[in-house]
């Protein structure tokens, strides 16, 4: 196979390197739409780009969820294009928390459900209840298997 890969290299048809695909991603924005003319005008301007499969807009919650083979700066940049203030999605599910009260997660702003994302509010690896808990963790390789 040496000889032939030798050869392909002097009959290729394409002498220019191939482009790396993006991976494909879901982007969540937080974009403050008040009506439905800013709701469309937010979806059609996302939905144009190249490499969009899905668009979602959720005007309750002011977020918008694109999925596809897309940069999530350009993605961010092209919604602020349209004249509204965006930025990434801030906030995860209080259920994927530890700690989902502390006073830098907690946000009256957040829609139900939903804290801040931040560091304070995830639990220290290296606290000794957090190491008695992955003990018996069915996560843990090496946990104990006494059951």
């Known amino acids: ?10 009959f290729s048809v394409s002498r220019t390197p ?3 695909r993006k ?9 403050k739409m008040d009506c439905d003319g800013c709701e469309r005008r937010v979806r059609n301007s996302v939905a144009n780009m190249k490499g969009v499969k899905q668009v979602e807009v959720n005007r309750k919650q002011s977020k918008v969820t694109v999925t ?19 930025e ?5 599910q209080y259920n994927l928390v530890a700690y989902p009260f502390v006073a830098q997660a907690y946000d009256k702003k957040a829609p139900s ?8 509010a995830l639990p220290n ?4 209840h957090e190491k008695l808990a992955t003990l018996f963790s069915d996560d843990n390789p090496n ?3 006494i059951m």
């Open 1 to 10: 196979m040496g000889a032939l890969d030798f050869l392909s290299e002097y």
């Open 18 to 20: 191939r482009k790396k």
């Open 23 to 31: 991976p494909m991603q879901t982007v969540e924005i937080k974009v």
């Open 68 to 86: 596809g083979y897309v940069d999530r700066n350009r993605v961010l940049k092209k919604v602020q294009s349209t004249g509204k203030r965006a």
């Open 88 to 92: 990434f999605w801030p906030y995860i």
């Open 113 to 120: 459900g939903y804290v801040k994302n931040t560091d304070l």
């Open 125 to 128: 690896p290296n606290a000794p």
């Open 143 to 145: 946990s104990c298997s």
